[in-house]
């Protein structure tokens, strides 16, 4: 069998996407609502978990720090879209959890980018 536990965190921030076209409304400055569900998958261990939720909550914990209510333009080193976000935090989460397998970063209500292992 497979096992997958997954966990979503919710921050706010804002970001600009400079190098989409004048016009692009995504090209000025503006924030979301995200919504980010992490996934990890693997055996289970002695106490009959993949991981224990509140692993997911402690690994998550500075990466929240890093980009709640902030300008993710100067976070990340790459265009901040919802597929590089995913990418970089997948990056910050894999040496706290070695079991992770995918990061779905919802920016909308109805959007949603997924990178995955």
Not at 25 to 35: D, E, I, L, M, W
Not at 60 to 65: C, D, I, N, R, S
Not at 78 to 96: D, H, K, R, Y
């Amino acid at each position: 069998m497979k096992y997958t536990v997954s966990k979503r965190f919710a921050f706010e921030a804002a970001h600009s996407l400079p190098h989409l076209p004048v016009g692009h409304q995504c090209r000025n400055v503006h924030g979301h609502s995200y919504v980010v569900e992490i996934f990890c998958s693997g055996p289970l261990d002695e106490r009959g978990f993949v991981m224990d939720f509140a692993e997911l909550s402690d690994a998550m914990k500075p990466v929240l720090a890093r980009l709640d209510h902030q300008f993710l333009n100067d976070v990340l080193p790459v265009a901040t879209t919802a597929e590089n976000l995913g990418a970089w935090i997948m990056e910050q989460l894999t040496p706290a959890l070695p079991l992770l397998t995918r990061v779905d970063v919802h920016e909308t209500a109805r959007t949603c980018a997924r990178v995955e292992r």
